[in-house]
């Protein structure tokens, strides 16, 4: 999702920066801003896509996110606001801007700990919009999300979806696939205040990988 590409779909080695109904704090960047406006802190991220040359970076403060990415000779930059209203509910406005720009509004939806709705749309002419939902059965340990992908202009469908297990606390493995079947398999290690993940791409044959260091501790296997 990081990279908007109808019909191809890139992977971030985070698996909640992919699907619209989970992101957190600075992965909501380039993601759903409207998770900017849940869990606020301090941290900031960085990825690099081997497959595309692509590096990612941003970083949130309170509500506010700010992003930077790189795509072969092309660059692009995003500023956004979350805010959680009251009840399950969570807004956020994102501007890109730099070889493109456009509007983005993002919603998150979380009526209880094991469900989670998210959706995310371009404004203006450039349609693009993301719709998804997050399941998690048994809490922390599974989560199961399916997403879908509208390209408004082309009139573009396309859908991916993923699944995360967390067999000890602070270890994740997460697996993804386009309707395709074009798979990526990655593991998150979290080690509180730091988070570090790595993603394999089958379609070609390329890892990616990111860091997060947040000022809040995540949940970690080490003491």
């Given at each position: 999702?990081?990279?908007?590409?109808?019909?191809?779909?890139v992977a971030?080695?985070?698996?909640?920066?992919?699907?619209?109904?989970?992101?957190?704090?600075?992965?909501?960047?380039f993601?759903?801003?409207?998770?900017?406006?849940?869990?606020?802190?301090?941290?900031?991220?960085?990825?690099?896509?081997?497959?595309?040359e692509?590096?990612?970076?941003?970083?949130?403060?309170?509500?506010?996110?700010?992003?930077?990415?790189?795509?072969?000779?092309?660059?692009?930059?995003?500023?956004?606001v979350?805010?959680?209203?009251?009840?399950a509910?969570?807004?956020?406005?994102?501007?890109?801007?730099?070889?493109?720009?456009?509007?983005?509004?993002?919603?998150?939806?979380?009526?209880?700990?094991?469900?989670?709705?998210?959706?995310?749309?371009?404004?203006?002419?450039?349609?693009?919009?993301?719709a998804?939902?997050?399941?998690?059965?048994?809490?922390?340990?599974?989560?199961?999300?399916f997403?879908?992908?509208?390209?408004?202009?082309?009139?573009?469908?396309?859908?991916?979806?993923?699944?995360?297990?967390?067999?000890?606390?602070?270890?994740?493995?997460?697996?993804?696939?386009?309707?395709?079947?074009?798979?990526?398999?990655?593991?998150?290690?979290?080690?509180?205040?730091?988070?570090?993940?790595?993603?394999?791409?089958?379609?070609?044959?390329?890892?990616s990988?990111?860091?997060i260091?947040?000022?809040?501790?995540?949940?970690g296997?080490?003491?």
């Amino acid at each position: 999702m990081l990279i908007l590409a109808i019909l191809s779909f890139v992977a971030n080695p985070f698996y909640a920066a992919n699907f619209t109904p989970v992101p957190i704090r600075s992965i909501s960047v380039f993601s759903n801003p409207a998770g900017l406006g849940i869990q606020i802190g301090a941290e900031a991220f960085g990825t690099y896509h081997q497959s595309t040359e692509a590096v990612v970076a941003g970083a949130s403060a309170g509500n506010l996110g700010f992003g930077y990415r790189k795509v072969d000779t092309l660059n692009f930059y995003e500023v956004g606001v979350g805010y959680k209203l009251p009840g399950a509910f969570s807004l956020g406005y994102a501007y890109d801007f730099g070889d493109t720009s456009s509007h983005i509004l993002g919603i998150q939806c979380r009526p209880s700990e094991k469900l989670s709705l998210g959706y995310k749309t371009t404004l203006a002419e450039r349609k693009y919009m993301y719709a998804g939902i997050g399941i998690m059965p048994y809490f922390d340990y599974v989560m199961l999300n399916f997403e879908i992908e509208y390209e408004g202009i082309d009139d573009l469908f396309t859908y991916y979806f993923g699944a995360r297990i967390q067999p000890y606390k602070g270890i994740s493995a997460c697996f993804m696939s386009d309707k395709e079947f074009n798979w990526h398999a990655g593991v998150e290690l979290s080690f509180g205040y730091l988070i570090i993940a790595g993603l394999y791409s089958y379609e070609d044959e390329k890892l990616s990988a990111g860091v997060i260091m947040s000022a809040q501790k995540y949940p970690g296997f080490m003491p």
